[in-house]
């Protein structure tokens, strides 16, 4: 999916107001899809899943810290996520569908943090970036 300039603007606008709270959002959004879709517990099955683990705290700063890493290299989503697209596909084996999953996940999350700011335009083009992540982070299935 291609993003244009507009969206570009939007999300990074979008993150940029996430600032410090990546890794909280990243671990909120973890537990919003452990909670609503228990089947992705199962590629965790060494983790304490309760509210506020460390390591779903833990796990959370990864997935805050590789939203970045992409929103920073939006021009490169296929070389800024190639080795994680590596871990999941060859080591992890996640299904891709927990990726559409987590991206919904995230959608709620920075939803509710930033209301005011999370306008039909912004939502779209957030999706639309979430989407080519995941996009991304599948490739290597294939």
Not at 13 to 32: I, M, N, P, Q, S
Not at 46 to 74: C, E, I
Not at 110 to 117: E, K, P
Request: glycine content about 6%; some cysteine.
């Amino acid at each position: 999916m291609v993003l244009s300039p507009a969206d570009k603007g939007n999300v990074k606008a979008a993150w940029d107001k996430v600032g410090g709270h990546a890794a909280d959002y990243g671990a909120e959004a973890l537990e919003r899809m452990f909670l609503s879709f228990p089947t992705t517990k199962t590629y965790f099955p060494h983790f304490d899943l309760s509210h506020g683990s460390a390591q779903v705290k833990g796990h959370g700063k990864k997935v805050g810290d590789a939203l970045s890493n992409a929103v920073a290299h939006m021009d490169d989503l296929p070389g800024a996520l190639s080795a994680l697209s590596d871990l999941h596909a060859y080591k992890l084996r996640v299904d891709p569908v927990n990726f559409k999953l987590l991206s919904h996940c995230l959608l709620v999350t920075l939803a509710s943090h930033h209301a005011a700011d999370f306008t039909p335009a912004v939502h779209a083009s957030l999706d639309k970036f979430l989407a080519s992540v995941s996009t991304v982070l599948t490739s290597k299935y294939r």
